[in-house]
């Protein structure tokens, strides 16, 4: 079964600021790897997929990057509307599997 | 416009069963793997299954492993969850979820629907 270990589980920052989020695997998913975003009481929503694919929608603030093991996501200005818990999910290997997430708080 | 609806969800006693639903409209049903992942109060988000839906290919999580199914019937558009044996670690929101295309991430999530096992 493949890991994914996020860092940080919490990051505060202010909105306009940069954010960086990591996903590490514990083997290599190639590029099959995905990020959500939830706010509470909400579904996920799919942000990224195959490591650097914007879903339909998602405003070009967002960016994925990555293969392998390592994994970013980045925020290149923070709105208010992205303070929320952010998810990687890998489909390169069954079992599927979900990192634990990070939070990302309004400093 | 892509949607799908959770049912079934409820309160049921250790060992019990019950049997989830998600009912799709939007899309040509057949064409997609589709997945249950679900989440605990308070904690992060598990996959728990998929199907492909023109192969029939199924996938568990190991924890579910010879408790759960997953099935799923085209002529309705309908995705099941079969849950038996439940245990108290199964509480949880259970969320039904489209492949973006094939075998895709998950682009497409219902509201969930809530299982509570507890005596």
């Known amino acids: 079964e493949i890991v994914l270990t996020q860092s940080p589980a919490t990051l505060s920052l202010s909105p306009g600021e940069r954010a960086t989020l990591s996903c590490r695997a514990s083997q290599s998913v190639s590029s099959y790897l995905a990020w959500y975003q939830q706010k509470p009481g909400q579904a996920p929503r799919l942000l990224i997929y195959?490591?650097?694919n914007r879903a339909t929608g998602i405003p070009a603030r967002f960016s994925g990057s990555g293969s392998g093991t390592d994994f970013t996501l980045t925020i290149s200005s923070l709105e208010p509307d992205d303070f929320a818990v952010y998810y990687c999910?890998?489909?390169?290997?069954?079992?599927?599997?979900f990192g634990q997430g990070t939070r990302l708080e309004i400093k | 416009e892509v949607h799908l609806l959770e049912s079934g969800g409820g309160l049921v006693q250790p060992g019990g069963s019950l049997r989830l639903s998600c009912a799709a409209s939007?899309?040509?049903?057949?064409?997609?793997?589709m997945s249950w992942v679900r989440q605990a109060p308070g904690k992060g988000l598990e996959w728990v299954s998929s199907?492909?839906?023109?192969?029939?290919?199924?996938f568990y999580t190991d924890s579910v492993k010879g408790r759960f199914t997953i099935s799923s019937d085209s002529s309705k558009n309908t995705l099941y969850l079969q849950m038996n044996s439940l245990r108290a670690d199964d509480t949880a929101l259970y969320y039904c979820?489209?492949?973006?295309?094939?075998?895709?991430?998950?682009?497409?999530w219902g509201q969930g629907t809530l299982v509570t096992v507890s005596s």
């Open positions: 939007g899309f040509t049903f057949r064409d997609y793997a």
């Open positions: 999910q890998q489909r390169g290997n069954w079992p599927r599997s």
């Open positions: 979820a489209r492949a973006l295309t094939a075998w895709q991430a998950p682009g497409y």
């Open positions: 199907i492909g839906l023109t192969s029939g290919t199924t």
């Open positions: 195959d490591a650097s």
